[in-house]
């Protein structure tokens, strides 16, 4: 550190800052710190410590906390108890989004994650573009309104939308939504916030949000499967999101095509004719209907699995995942998940374990939350070079 | 770096030695560098590097250069000119093993990776473990006695076979070979030898050698498919190899299983019988009688051609890569890129670049060395704590 220290004060300030502020987060009213403890905590001055401090109670970043007396392990001192300072988690509001087939998704969270408000609104399958655009526009207003939460207090904004998305959000190639292939998302929305916003793959928001929050904790090569009538994947691997060179990595939905035009569509269908690409109430009717043991929707079902087999077992030893997410329909799919186990089982050669999405039909627009987190966690708390600082 | 040298003056040496080391690395007799120039290479003072460069030529891996004033650049001085030195290359020498159903081969090269001999020995595919291995040995004490070269001057051992390998080079499970899965191969191999010996995955050796010296050169984002009767595939994610979760990352040969037994032997056949599994001969023989216009062998060609791209195609949409690499098959494959490359652009979202191994049968002994390459350069220039000086 000590070439950048000599070089650049403002630079040395904001390592400093940064310090402290990891010390802090996480500490809510009861868990603050005093001056003692962050001197501690960072290894910084006192008098470092203390200009930090005031700088970061000015920037609204740092509180001090309300009642120093009240904390856990505080030992009841004479005098004046010592002043202690909490990370002030509501100096921000981040925002996730999700924009899909068939609905658009909103939550809302401090600059800790924790959960705000959320609200969900259906679309029209069929809706073009600038309608959706509408639909996600209007649904943030009210999430806004009802949460009393000023639009400029938002930090930054996450988007899980289904497609290859660019890095500057523009959506590449996008065949689930009409009107999506092409689309500058990210510009678009950006007139709406005065804040960064992040446009990410769906299924990848989804397994970035079962890592953090779902059935992925703790596991950091993961593949999770959106098994709907228009299947993507999302991978993490060593704990990163795997996007591939073009931002297409995942995109499993062409593999059917290989199998000479079985679409899900068109083996979920009991009829001679396909169902409609998007119709997921149909879907739900034919699991039911397998379900309680009708005998054209079971052969309809088992034709599924074995499309759904051949695209995850596809992935799987590609990637080879300890774990296997399976989400993206809200019902139906805990049917799958036996056989879908037994099958890798026959087919890989190490097979990972396979589990169901525990964020089921929030999954996206969590993730969408993680990716506006991950952006403020790295402005507020990395530093070029001392990224590994505190 | 302040925190670790105050503490470590042995470490500190082991920095210093790693940090004039790096600046010589690469410098051939006419490259060398005087100490004036080594000074302002490592930013060490004269006094440090002069006992560094001391120690280095007492363990052999620095000499002085013959004649300095020989250098281009060197201005001819009066007096005396100054000492210079360089990497000694020659100080250790680096194998590399393919152990394959048809052959083992060997390559040698200095510790800059410089090839200094070479040796391949057909093995019968049926053959034992212990006679295979009985073979590599062999093959090995010839290019050792051939090339005059001591078994102790061998700094490190890289091997590249078919199956997944555990990280201790424990064969996990490999199909290809018989007696091959469970075989403790690192094991038995490091009694032939005194130095480290490192096992890698055939499919994730050649991937590394043409991303060396081969076709991936520069590319970072790479599949490999060894598209043979056996079919494997190694991939490199940002310039590393991603082996999984469990070594069985590209283990693609089961997935010709979920087209129904539908496997290359069976699709290349022009009789009713299946080829021999590993009978490549035949195979040969089939693309031959294609090229001549032989109707049953077009049709064979074109059931495996259409097996290939979906192999391929699997592993396209689950990683995504820049570039696909073609190898595997020591002639044939020629005929194979275009149908390959059209047949992507036609199912993958984002096609990637397909090209031919431009290594070809060299391609996994040659990764071989490199693994072998990349131990002894980690040993050598690196020091945890200091991985970015110099």
């Given at each position: 550190m000590s070439?950048?220290?000599?070089?650049?004060?403002?630079?040395l300030?904001?390592?400093?800052?940064?310090?402290?502020?990891?010390?802090?987060r996480?500490?809510?009213?009861?868990?603050?710190?005093?001056?003692?403890e962050?001197?501690?905590?960072?290894?910084?001055?006192?008098?470092?410590?203390e200009?930090v401090?005031?700088?970061?109670?000015?920037?609204?970043?740092?509180?001090e906390?309300?009642?120093?007396?009240?904390?856990p392990?505080?030992?009841?001192?004479?005098?004046?108890?010592?002043?202690?300072?909490?990370f002030r988690?509501?100096?921000?509001?981040?925002?996730?989004?999700?924009?899909?087939?068939?609905?658009?998704?909103?939550?809302l969270?401090d600059?800790?994650?924790?959960?705000t408000?959320?609200l969900?609104?259906?679309?029209?399958?069929?809706?073009?573009?600038?309608?959706?655009?509408?639909?996600?526009?209007?649904?943030?207003?009210?999430l806004?309104?009802?949460?009393?939460?000023a639009?400029?207090?938002?930090r930054?904004?996450?988007v899980?939308?289904?497609?290859?998305v660019?890095?500057?959000?523009?959506?590449?190639?996008?065949?689930?939504?009409?009107?999506?292939t092409?689309?500058?998302?990210?510009?678009?929305?950006?007139?709406?916030?005065?804040?960064?916003?992040?446009?990410?793959?769906d299924?990848?928001?989804?397994?970035?949000?079962?890592?953090?929050?779902?059935?992925?904790?703790?596991?950091?090569?993961?593949?999770?499967?959106?098994?709907?009538?228009?299947?993507?994947?999302?991978s993490?691997i060593?704990g990163?999101?795997?996007?591939?060179?073009?931002?297409?990595?995942?995109e499993?939905?062409?593999?059917?095509?290989?199998?000479?035009e079985?679409?899900?569509?068109?083996?979920l269908?009991?009829?001679?004719?396909?169902?409609?690409?998007?119709?997921?109430a149909?879907?739900?009717?034919?699991?039911?209907?397998?379900?309680?043991?009708?005998?054209?929707?079971r052969?309809?079902?088992?034709?599924f699995?074995?499309?759904?087999?051949h695209?995850?077992?596809?992935?799987?030893?590609?990637?080879?995942?300890?774990?296997?997410?399976?989400g993206?329909?809200?019902?139906?799919l805990?049917g799958?998940?036996?056989?879908?186990?037994?099958?890798?089982?026959?087919?890989?050669?190490?097979?990972?374990r396979?589990?169901?999405?525990?964020?089921?039909?929030?999954?996206?627009?969590?993730g969408a939350?993680?990716?506006?987190?991950?952006?403020?966690?790295?402005?507020?708390?990395?530093?070029?070079g001392?990224?590994t600082?505190?």
């Amino acid at each position: 550190m000590s070439k950048l220290t000599g070089r650049d004060p403002s630079l040395l300030r904001r390592i400093n800052s940064t310090v402290v502020l990891r010390a802090l987060r996480g500490t809510t009213a009861p868990a603050a710190l005093t001056l003692t403890e962050l001197v501690r905590a960072t290894e910084l001055s006192r008098p470092t410590v203390e200009g930090v401090v005031e700088d970061l109670i000015e920037a609204g970043l740092v509180a001090e906390a309300a009642d120093a007396a009240a904390r856990p392990g505080g030992t009841a001192r004479r005098g004046r108890p010592a002043r202690s300072f909490r990370f002030r988690a509501e100096a921000g509001q981040l925002l996730g989004l999700e924009i899909g087939p068939h609905r658009v998704a909103a939550v809302l969270s401090d600059l800790t994650g924790r959960l705000t408000g959320s609200l969900t609104r259906e679309v029209d399958e069929t809706a073009e573009a600038e309608a959706r655009l509408e639909r996600i526009r209007g649904t943030v207003a009210e999430l806004l309104r009802r949460t009393g939460t000023a639009r400029d207090a938002l930090r930054a904004v996450g988007v899980g939308t289904p497609g290859i998305v660019e890095a500057d959000g523009t959506v590449r190639l996008g065949t689930a939504l009409p009107g999506w292939t092409g689309l500058a998302l990210g510009e678009r929305l950006r007139r709406s916030f005065r804040c960064p916003v992040l446009v990410e793959n769906d299924a990848n928001a989804a397994v970035l949000a079962e890592h953090w929050k779902g059935a992925a904790r703790g596991v950091d090569d993961v593949v999770m499967v959106l098994a709907g009538l228009s299947p993507g994947a999302g991978s993490l691997i060593g704990g990163r999101l795997h996007r591939g060179f073009g931002g297409a990595a995942g995109e499993i939905g062409a593999l059917h095509l290989l199998g000479r035009e079985v679409t899900p569509e068109r083996l979920l269908s009991t009829t001679d004719e396909p169902l409609h690409p998007l119709d997921e109430a149909a879907v739900a009717r034919v699991f039911a209907e397998a379900r309680v043991g009708d005998g054209r929707a079971r052969r309809a079902m088992d034709r599924f699995l074995a499309r759904l087999v051949h695209d995850v077992a596809a992935l799987v030893l590609a990637l080879d995942p300890e774990l296997l997410v399976v989400g993206g329909w809200a019902s139906g799919l805990d049917g799958v998940l036996d056989p879908l186990r037994a099958e890798l089982e026959r087919y890989c050669l190490r097979p990972p374990r396979v589990v169901l999405s525990r964020l089921g039909d929030t999954a996206v627009a969590t993730g969408a939350l993680r990716v506006a987190l991950d952006h403020t966690e790295s402005e507020l708390f990395t530093v070029e070079g001392a990224g590994t600082a505190g």
